[in-house]
């Protein structure tokens, strides 16, 4: 009833730039946080960075000053700007929001299927 896609991912040299994007569809009432989180292969998934629905952003301390998070309300959307990207950037980037699909109902939160991000050195 409700899906986030994600996509922007790819292959970069390390110190370029991507900017990874996500849509939400479906039944949606309202959206709270939205947000990104990596995982590399055989980690756990880890927070890049959140925004909440009036703006106010959050990011993990090792993109802070590199990635810059962004949403446009009006088209359910989320944007992850990543800049300056380093090998250890590395990983599936998935996409996370907290939907209500109607007045009164309880925010669920949603996964993406993720975006995969090579850097390579």
């Known amino acids: 009833q409700v899906q986030l896609v994600e996509s922007g991912g790819g292959l970069v040299q390390a110190g370029g730039s991507l900017r990874l994007s996500c849509a939400a569809s479906g039944i949606i009432f309202s959206i709270n946080t939205m947000g990104w989180y990596c995982q590399a292969p055989g980690k756990q998934r880890e927070l890049v960075a959140t925004?909440?629905?009036?703006?106010?952003?959050n990011y993990a301390d090792s993109v802070k000053g590199r990635f810059t998070i962004s949403r446009d309300n009006g088209k359910n959307t989320v944007y992850l700007q990543m800049n300056s990207l380093k090998p250890e950037d590395r990983a599936v980037y998935y996409c996370?929001?907290?939907?209500?699909?109607?007045?009164?109902?309880?925010?669920?939160?949603?996964w993406g299927k993720g975006t995969k991000v090579t850097v390579s050195s």
């Open positions: 925004i909440t629905s009036g703006g106010l952003t």
């Open positions: 996370n929001a907290d939907i209500r699909m109607g007045c009164g109902s309880r925010a669920r939160s949603t």
